[in-house]
């Protein structure tokens, strides 16, 4: 079975910084763009950042300047810097395939999630 494997959060005070990791059971070559959703207590589940199979990004507004996301194919992973973290980053992060490229209907698969809390 396709697994998604997220790491990396936990507790930091504002201003600080977190690196997540997702490592996929596949080749992250088979899909066409990985990306990193968070979700906070009460609210939508949100697109945060998405890699392309060829290296392009996407990130949202509330982010853009502070979180990078990044890959390494050789070892199936991708990563999210998180810089001059706020307390309205708190959620819970979770790491999500893109479809196959050969299945472009796909909707993808999620990991299980990660926490991050940025609290004094």
């Known amino acids: 079975q396709l697994r998604l494997l997220e790491s990396g959060g936990g507790l930091v005070q504002p201003g600080g910084s977190l690196r997540l990791s997702c490592t996929v059971s596949?080749?992250?070559?088979?899909?066409?763009?990985m990306g990193w959703y968070r979700q906070a207590p009460g609210k939508q589940r949100d697109m945060v950042a998405t890699?392309?199979?060829?290296?392009?990004?996407n990130y949202a507004d509330s982010v853009k300047g502070r979180f990078t996301i990044s890959k390494d194919n050789a070892k199936n992973t991708v990563y999210l810097q998180m810089n001059n973290l706020s307390p309205e980053d708190t959620a819970v992060y979770y790491c999500?395939?893109?479809?196959?490229?050969?299945?472009?209907?796909?909707?993808?698969?999620w990991g299980q999630g990660t926490q991050v809390t940025v609290s004094s």
């Open positions: 596949e080749t992250i070559f088979n899909f066409n763009a």
């Open positions: 890699i392309t199979l060829t290296g392009t990004t």
């Open positions: 999500k395939t893109g479809p196959r490229t050969w299945m472009p209907h796909d909707d993808g698969v």
